[in-house]
């Protein structure tokens, strides 16, 4: 059963491919806390800007540790109390071939960022940056990893991607000429 509920996503996904002027990549180490937290934020924002079918949106991590894993269940708690949901979500790797399916590929920190641009093909075109690049007056540049931390972190991770995916998607809006 879940492999055909993951054929019948990816054929959704792959029918509004068709429709999507722009393509968001949110990455983390693992893909189990900072970056399907971010994608889960800014799905819901783009959600309710009414853009779903205009961006698309994924997370991915550097680390191949966690494919196929749900979120960690701390990410899962914090962001459900928020009216978040993660718990279906899975961890993947991310890969070159990213680069040419996603506009926007943004790392957590810059750690990340470093390994992001040791994959980056030489003729990417697109923004390849920090997450909180998007909300300068924060005054932080990374997202904090939460995962040896208590249940602070995870509000923290929450804080700043909640204020950066807003920047990010009024970024994304113009760029793509999406009101």
């Known amino acids: 059963m879940k492999r055909v509920v993951e054929a019948v996503k990816r054929a959704v996904a792959s029918a509004n491919d068709d429709e999507r002027r722009a393509a ?27 853009l779903e079918r205009a961006i698309g949106i994924e997370s991915a991590g550097i680390g191949d540790w966690h494919v ?29 071939e990213d680069f040419a399916r996603f506009d926007w590929i ?16 030489p003729d ?6 920090l997450l909180l690049d998007f ?9 904090p990893d939460p995962y040896f931390g208590g249940a602070d972190g995870f509000e923290t991770v ?8 807003a920047g990010l998607l009024a970024h994304v809006r113009r760029a793509h000429g999406l009101g």
């Not at 749900?70 to 993660?86: F, N, S």
């Open 124 to 129: 990417y075109a697109g923004h390849l940056g």
């Open 24 to 50: 968001v990549l949110f990455v983390c180490m693992g893909n189990i806390c900072r970056s399907p937290t971010a994608e889960s934020v800014f799905r819901d924002q783009v959600r309710r800007a009414g």
């Open 106 to 121: 943004l790392a957590m920190d810059q750690r990340n960022l470093r390994d992001l641009v040791e994959l980056r093909p």
């Open 135 to 143: 909300a300068p007056e924060l005054g932080v540049r990374e997202v």
């Open 158 to 165: 929450l804080e700043l991607t909640e204020r950066a995916c």
């Open 68 to 96: 196929g894993q749900a979120p960690d269940k701390r990410a899962i708690a914090h962001g459900r109390r928020r009216g978040y949901e993660l718990a279906e979500l899975r961890a993947r790797q991310v890969s070159r």
